[in-house]
């Protein structure tokens, strides 16, 4: 097993930038690639950007590209989310998540959850 605990959101003004972190702990060594989701209500789990836990591979969905950085420390097995320029649309509770079987784009391919952090863009 491996728990997942998000921090860092909250309520903030579009153009703001808020720091997302997710700490690992339980059976890490299994892990293969991390990723934060959102989920806007009324809307399914999207992927917003996925990390390889060895070499540290990113991919970003098109909407978050240029502003959202995904990081990693393995050391600590915490994973981060820098969310720059804030829009009302990033407006979501986010998810972390861990994959055993490597990097992936949709919910299915992960196999651990975070509990979520909601992050509110105001205009």
Do not use: H
Request: proline content about 2%; charged content about 20%.
């Amino acid at each position: 097993q491996v728990e997942l605990v998000e921090s860092g959101g909250g309520l903030v003004q579009a153009g703001d930038s808020l720091r997302l972190s997710c700490a690992a702990s339980g059976r890490t060594s299994r892990t293969r690639a991390m990723g934060w989701f959102r989920q806007a209500p009324g809307k399914e789990r999207e992927v917003v950007a996925i990390i390889t836990w060895i070499g540290g591979s990113t991919t970003y969905t098109d909407s978050v590209k240029g502003r959202f950085t995904i990081s990693r420390d393995n050391a600590k097995n915490t994973l981060f989310l820098q969310m720059n320029s804030l829009k009302p649309e990033d407006t979501a509770v986010y998810y972390c998540a861990a994959s055993t079987r490597g990097a992936g784009f949709t919910t299915r391919q992960y196999d651990y959850w975070g509990q979520g952090t909601q992050v509110t863009v105001s205009t």
